[in-house]
């Protein structure tokens, strides 16, 4: 079994970051915002770790930290703040947003071209018709970096997701196919998942539910991308039951430490100017 470590993905893109940033001065460099609504563990820890990547690669950033309780209007007028300050370049929200706020217009509302997670339809339109004037999702991306680090070819593979979020699911499946892959999306309505996954070359799991896949959904060649981040009573932990399904299969993301390691380098990437990746 190969453990697809994020670090070396992570590592690589960050270094290429710092190399660029060390030639701007500090005053002119790009700057990151990311917006929080309440204190979910899932966001908390994704933004701990964005915090610390900054820092490593010396990116500005700023947290605009929200009560649970905010009005939709609120988080309108922070992200309209946001869109009007030039010294930010990207604009982060995690998501889910509580389910009393309009999630859908608070995401229209971030400036298309400051939109780093791709967020805005807008950007999502683009990114259906394969334009690259659009940054990825960085999720789906990261999935992307990491097969491509460990030189996983996708041509004619058959790649199942477990997901069909327009975070995660949808754009990662158009990602898949302009590599030529053949996909299938599974969701929580799908009957025989197991039937569908374990006859898969790559399967990749987002259902954000702990341990969920045992090693009745892969076999021995399966190549697992474990995007879920979920916590239990051991700490943090994937969808897929490491321990019972990594020595049967091929590779495996690991929970900490695989796709999440990479997604914030990502996100990081694309607060850079657009020549950069
Ligand atoms: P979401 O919108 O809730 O999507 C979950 C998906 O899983 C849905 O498509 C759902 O199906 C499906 N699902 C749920 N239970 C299922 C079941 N029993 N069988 C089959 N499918 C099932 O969540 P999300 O925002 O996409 O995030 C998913 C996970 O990824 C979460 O754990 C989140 O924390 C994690 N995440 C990780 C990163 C990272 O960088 N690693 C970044 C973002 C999110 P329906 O559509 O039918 O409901």
Redesign the pocket.
């Known amino acids: 079994m190969i453990e697809l470590r994020g670090k070396a993905v992570a590592d690589a893109l960050k270094e290429k970051m710092k190399t660029f940033l060390d030639q701007v001065d500090e005053l002119n460099r790009p700057k990151l915002a990311i917006v929080r609504v309440g204190e979910r563990p ?1 966001d908390l820890a ?1 933004e701990r770790m964005v915090l610390k990547n900054c820092g490593a690669i010396g990116l500005p950033v700023q947290v605009e930290a929200m009560s649970e309780a905010v009005a939709t209007e609120e988080l309108i007028g922070t992200i309209q703040r946001l869109n009007d300050d030039v010294a930010v370049q990207g604009i982060l929200m995690f ?2 947003l509580p389910k009393h706020i309009d999630e859908q217009s608070v995401i229209e509302s971030v400036a298309v071209e400051k939109d780093v997670d791709c967020m805005n339809p807008e950007n999502l339109q683009l990114r259906m018709v394969s334009d690259e004037r659009a940054v990825a999702p ?2 789906p991306e ?1 999935v992307m970096r990491i097969l491509e680090h460990y030189g996983y070819e996708l041509e004619g593979k058959n790649v199942v997701i ?4 327009t ?3 949808r754009p990662l499946a158009i990602m898949m196919m302009e590599k030529n892959a053949t996909v299938t999306i ?5 009957r025989n ?1 197991a039937e569908i996954t374990s006859r898969a070359d790559i399967v990749v799991t ?4 702990a341990r ?1 896949f045992g090693p009745e959904y892969f076999n021995e060649n399966s190549v697992v991308i474990d ?4 916590f239990d009573e051991k700490g943090s932990c994937g ?1 897929v039951d490491y321990e019972a399904v990594a020595p049967k299969v091929a590779a495996i993301t690991p ?1 900490p430490g ?3 390691t ?3 380098s990502v996100l990081l990437s694309h607060v850079l100017p657009q020549a950069f990746y």
């Open positions: 899932d994704y998501r889910p960085c999720t990261a477990v997901n069909r979020s975070v995660i699911g599974c969701h929580s309505r799908t998942l987002g259902v954000g539910k969920f995007i879920g981040i979920n969808d929970v695989g796709v999440g990479v997604t914030s």
